[in-house]
């Protein structure tokens, strides 16, 4: 629980504070707005590390991306982040093709470059992050009216975070942001990080897998990294998901014999599993954030269709909003 004091700063003579909630992509960039616009706000994320579902997991001296797979880039906005990125060397552009498995076998589809960090794709949450307040391990547990964060008054108050996550911490008082998030459906799902002793494949990037009873997708973790690692990354459909709510690694034997029979491969070494309870948003919303009149606010990818951009888009624009209430 947080037990931190409120970060205050007197701008005109009068004292701003904000409070975000969620150190994801969302949080950050809402982070980042606010101080852009001068405004005094601390990151509160319960996890021991920033990223959220823009998670690389380290799995013996290796990180490999276990939540989103890659990102696109079509606003602006974003593309000017991204720009900073690649010329800090964080991030490039992986493949604009990957394979299509479905019950007629293979084929592929192109599209929009997807784009991949060497460093994993936290890292470029971290970038994000440097230099603002963040404080790792620090779990909220109660938003009131006020807006109070644990008990503690502050002038406006983020959620960045799936909107079941969100709708555990709200103060039933708060019945606007409340109706915000409690509309919100979402989806698990199983990711499989398998490991092998070397790269059996060939002119191998990714699969996207239709109706497969435990596929969605397979990517090359070595790929998209850069450094070559005879890693295979699998995710499972929600379907699949939903059977193992206790304990995630009963799948990995499953997962593991669906990998090796797609693409004919010999038995991965290790497999470690990693479930996410909150994945995917199954409705999302039009509007690109939610900031009520009590100064209580909610980002995230469901804020738009569900991906990396959505997320920082919401929280960029949520914060930017807040800043102009604020001034
Ligand atoms: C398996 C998977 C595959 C994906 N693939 C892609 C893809 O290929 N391309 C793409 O663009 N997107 C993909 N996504 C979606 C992408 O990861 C998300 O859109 C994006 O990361 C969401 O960021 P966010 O900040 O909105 O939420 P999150 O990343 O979920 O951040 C929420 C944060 O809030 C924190 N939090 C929650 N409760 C509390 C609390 N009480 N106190 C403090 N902190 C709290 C959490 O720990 C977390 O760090 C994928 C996601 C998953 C799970």
Redesign the pocket.
Known sequence: MWRGRTVTVHRAGVAVSVVV????????ACARALVDSKVAVRV????HV?????ASKRYGDRRAD???????VSDDRFAAVVAQWREAGLAREWTDTLAVHDGSGWSSTTGPARWAAPGGLRSLVEHLASGLDVRVR????WVEPGPRVDGTAVDAVVL???GP?AA??LDPRLTAVRDAVDGQGWRP?L?ATLEYPDRSWEDFKGVFVNDHPVLRAVFDDGSRRGDGAPVLVA?TGHEFAESFVADAPEAAADIEGAVRELLTLPAAARVHVHR?T???PTTPNPAPFFLGDDLVGV???AWGS??????WL??TLLGRALAEKLA
Request: net charge neutral; hydrophobic share 40%; aromatic share 8%.
């Open positions: 909630v969620g150190a994801g992509v969302a949080g950050t509160l994320e319960r996890g920033p990223g959220g579902r823009m276990i939540g989103a797979g890659y990102f696109t620090s779990a909220v547990e960045a975070m799936p996550q555990r911490l799902a990711v995710h996410w909150f994945a995917t980002a995230g990818d569900p991906k990396v951009e959505t997320a919401s929280g």
